[in-house]
């Protein structure tokens, strides 16, 4: 990644990183920068380009040549306002074929003094990570769920600086097809761009969504996408579960295009000018009237009846994301409840509904709800969730880029393991 320049009056230290979001409909591209020895990213850019050129009918990508050509139209756009000129991405994935692993790790300390050092923890996941993968996958991430020290000291999240004779860690080991991968990076290459990192999404959309609180109680993000919808859990700090179910916002327009008898794209218009999801909380119910094209007549409907259609599809969403939430054995350690993202939480009602079936706390999530300073309002929408979270996972895992002012170079490296991002995200290590 090429740094910025600044004027000579700052002597401070400036990590750059990006988060692209390649999503079914759409790709979204957010430039993040933070400076050394402050905790607030400052958001410089922001770029999206809805997916017209190509169906992406799999949530994967199925067209090089058209995803090459979207992700060129947001990265533009990103660096264009930003001043930033991009070289590395980090970049989410996450669909049905992503497979997640049991492990353990165990190493002696060799020190004299017994103290684990960040060495230590490094190999303890070295340890983990030697596990028989099918050979068409690749690891992406080690999530430690647990160290042990000695065999009997359990729950710790950070071993570093305590004193023990032997290391454990029991870990998820998160892989992913190389194919998937591979094609990402065939759509990188054109645009002279690298992968940063490899990051599973509800990883990414957590860290943009949550605040250390929740995580800590317990809490589970629930992304409605076009055609998939991601489910993470977070207990302790650490991301405990994640899942994937068939089902998205592209399945409600399609209700609504079959019941209303329109075309699809009125039928997505009508969604989002007029879509509401919980009938009881629909103060007001009027008749809509759009305008016909070509020969086709108006359609006239009333709200209510939209309502209906919306809140059994939204409903069938919810109920299985609840569904695979009991599977995880979490449900009851969720002390923070439902945090719903994505763009088709922009919908009236959802979180009346989403209280109803999954019987707990909900709050729709959005980027801005953290700290951040520069262009805020850009990512103030629940579909910039993901990409704000990959750049934020990418802050976290730069490669020791540092940035120049006045002649005084920084390493990266030397930043702070204070912060609430380096609690969260220190162990999840990349490949």
């Not at 401070?12 to 979204?28: F, P, R």
């Not at 055609?227 to 068939?246: M, N, R």
Request: charged letters at 25%; proline letters at 3%.
């Amino acid at each position: 990644m090429e740094n910025r320049q600044k004027g000579k009056e700052s002597k401070q230290s400036e990590k750059i990183s990006v988060g692209l979001d390649i999503g079914t409909w759409k790709v979204c591209a957010v430039v993040l920068s933070q400076t050394d020895g402050s905790e607030m990213p400052t958001i410089l850019g922001v770029g999206i380009t809805e997916r017209k050129r190509s169906k992406a009918r799999h949530g994967r990508i199925d067209n090089v040549e058209n995803t090459k050509l979207d992700i060129r139209d947001a990265i533009d756009a990103a660096v264009l306002q930003s001043n930033v000129q991009i070289s590395s991405v980090n970049v989410g994935l996450m669909n049905k074929l992503v497979k997640f692993h049991e492990s353990r790790g165990l190493v002696s300390i060799s020190s004299t003094n017994k103290i684990i050092s960040e060495k230590d923890v490094q190999r303890v996941l070295d340890e983990a990570r030697l596990i028989d993968l099918p050979t068409e996958y690749q690891i992406i991430h080690i999530l430690p769920q647990e160290f042990i020290i000695n065999n009997n000291i359990r729950e710790i999240v950070n071993p570093v600086g305590m004193s023990g004779s032997k290391l454990e860690v029991e870990a998820k080991i998160v892989s992913a097809l190389s194919i998937d991968i591979k094609n990402i990076g065939l759509c990188l290459e054109p645009n002279n761009l690298e992968i940063e990192n490899i990051v599973l999404q509800p990883l990414g959309t957590g860290l943009a969504v949550l605040d250390e609180d929740e995580m800590e109680l317990g809490v589970a993000v629930v992304d409605v996408g076009e055609l998939f919808t991601e489910i993470g859990v977070f207990v302790d700090g650490l991301l405990k579960f994640a899942s994937t179910i068939p089902v998205g916002g592209r399945y409600i327009t399609e209700d609504i295009r079959v019941l209303l008898n329109t075309v699809f794209s009125q039928a997505e218009e009508i969604k989002k000018q007029y879509g509401h999801c919980y009938l009881p909380s629909l103060h007001e119910d009027k008749q809509i009237m759009i305008a016909g094209s070509k020969s086709r007549r108006p359609l006239t409907f009333m709200k209510s009846q939209l309502c209906r259609i919306i809140q059994a599809r939204m409903s069938e969403i919810f109920r299985l994301a609840s569904e695979e939430l009991k599977k995880s054995g979490f449900v009851s350690k969720l002390g923070a409840g439902i945090v719903l993202t994505g763009g088709t939480m922009m919908i009236e009602g959802v979180e009346d509904l989403g209280v109803e079936v999954f019987g707990m706390p909900v709050r729709i999530g959005l980027p801005s709800d953290l700290n951040y300073s520069g262009l805020t309002q850009e990512v103030n929408k629940p579909y910039f969730s993901t990409a704000v979270g990959l750049a934020l996972y990418g802050l976290k895992h730069s490669k020791n880029i540092s940035f120049e002012k006045n002649g005084v170079n920084t390493d990266s490296k030397n930043e702070s393991k204070n912060s609430f991002f380096n609690k969260i995200v220190e162990f999840f290590k990349k490949i």
